[in-house]
């Protein structure tokens, strides 16, 4: 038997004026997986669980089977994990975004204006980091590069009470001084964020950028806190051998944390200009290699709901119905087994807040061999939610996946 997993991170969302009263998924032209939905299980399941904060790092331990109210120690230290970073048991992790923010001059009265400065390029980024730690690491304090805005901070013998370190993506288009913490604990971080606008605002990277009409990356901001983490091998919880394709680090060191293979896929990027057949491909050759298990994580509904892109968030998850399904459906028969498919988001990111949201979401089980008429032929919000099938206990669903017949 093989199982495949696609998740389509931040899919589900709210209906919208500008999509005529309707969701993207609503919308979205979607075929293959509104076929698999009509043939398979169609519910609703709650991905964060009560009290958690709606996150990728909650949703998608959760989708995986990992309970985070026993498995999570924050975001960062998973994401420090696929990057090469090895944390001391008294280290703490802070994702560092380099982020473009307004041109006022007290710190606190700047706009967040892209919490992903313009989708800055690896390269670029790598320039930046290293200007970042020349000047505020070697000490207390380490910096590592990531994929595109998406770093690392290292803060040695540091702490996890910091306050409300909060995420930039929550925050676009607001002014950032009521969002910064005022814990004692995090002051020196703080210090570092306002400190670094000086230091990066004239970065030759940043002159180039802004020379070319681009967004420079001009701060750094920290939030994602944690400790080193350590999850259950993903083999001995539910006795197949695994692997996760995704171009983000958080993605990836939830995987490597689970002794999972992680292959990295030339040309992703996160986004809807992602290399959608190569995380295809990707995810077929370990299926017919010695791998039974595939999750294939695709960043791109998530990035648009993020940046309020309807027309691409649609266009998104027809991508990944055209451009991706095929791919693995084709590989699946090749191999010529038995084969499960889940398809799912790991929370809202709704179009009209910009951010992430707790709602339930729509999933979709869908047997090769035991096709069933699930009373539904075109899978959304609405039509999961009629079917009145619903799993509370978000982390149970691998299990009913992978061990139910």
């Known amino acids: 038997m093989k199982y495949v997993v696609v998740l389509y991170d931040g ?13 993207p998924m609503m919308v979205a032209n979607k075929p293959i997986f509104d076929r698999m939905a ?38 960062s230290p998973l994401e420090a994990i696929s990057i090469g970073v090895k944390m001391a048991d008294d280290d703490i992790a802070l994702r560092c975004n380099l982020v473009t923010v307004s041109d006022e001059e007290n710190y606190d009265n700047k706009t967040m204006v892209d919490y992903s ?32 805005y998406r770093h690392c901070l290292i803060h040695h013998k540091g702490t996890t009470d910091l306050g409300t370190m909060t995420p930039p993506h929550d925050i676009s288009d607001k002014v950032v001084g009521p969002y910064l913490s005022k814990s004692e604990n995090a002051q020196k971080l703080i210090d570092i ?11 030759p990277v940043n002159k180039s950028r802004v ?16 400790t080193k983490p350590m999850l259950t091998p993903f083999e001995e919880l539910y006795g197949v051998k695994g692997t996760v394709i995704s171009a983000v680090d958080l993605l990836k060191g939830i995987g490597q944390a689970a002794d999972m293979l992680t292959p990295d896929v030339e040309g992703a990027t996160g986004y809807i200009d992602t290399n959608f057949e190569g995380k295809a491909e990707a995810a077929v050759a370990a299926l017919k290699s010695d791998c039974d298990f595939a999750y294939v994580h695709l960043e791109a509904p998530d990035e648009c ?20 399904l095929p791919i693995i459906l084709k590989g699946l028969e090749e191999i010529g087994e038995d084969y499960k498919i889940m398809i799912l988001p790991d929370h809202p990111t709704p179009l009209s807040t910009k951010t992430h949201a707790s709602d339930p979401v729509p999933y979709m089980i869908y047997h090769k061999s035991k096709e069933k008429d699930s009373g539904v032929t075109s899978i959304n919000e ?16 691998m299990n009913k996946f992978i061990k139910e017949i």
């Open 211 to 226: 020379a070319k009409g681009k967004r420079p990356a001009n701060s750094v901001w920290f939030w994602g806190e944690g």
């Open 38 to 75: 009509s043939k398979g299980e169609v519910g609703l399941v709650r991905t964060i669980g009560e009290g958690l904060k709606p996150g990728s790092e909650i949703g998608n331990l959760t989708v995986m089977g990992y309970d985070p109210k026993i498995y999570y120690t924050g975001r």
């Open 382 to 397: 609405e039509t999961a939610k009629n079917t009145g099938v619903y799993i509370d206990a978000g982390y149970e669903l």
């Open 305 to 324: 709901g993020h940046r309020f892109e309807p027309e691409n968030k649609v266009k998104s998850i027809e991508y990944i119905d055209s451009r991706v």
């Open 193 to 203: 964020m306002k400190k670094s606008y000086d230091v990066l605002k004239d970065h």
């Open 11 to 23: 899919m589900a969302d709210y209906p919208i004026d500008v999509l005529g009263g309707k969701t």
């Open 117 to 148: 400065a313009g989708d800055i390029s690896s390269e670029e980024a790598a320039q930046i980091i290293e200007t970042v730690q020349s000047v505020f690491g070697g000490g207390e304090f380490d910096f590592y590069s990531g994929v595109s």
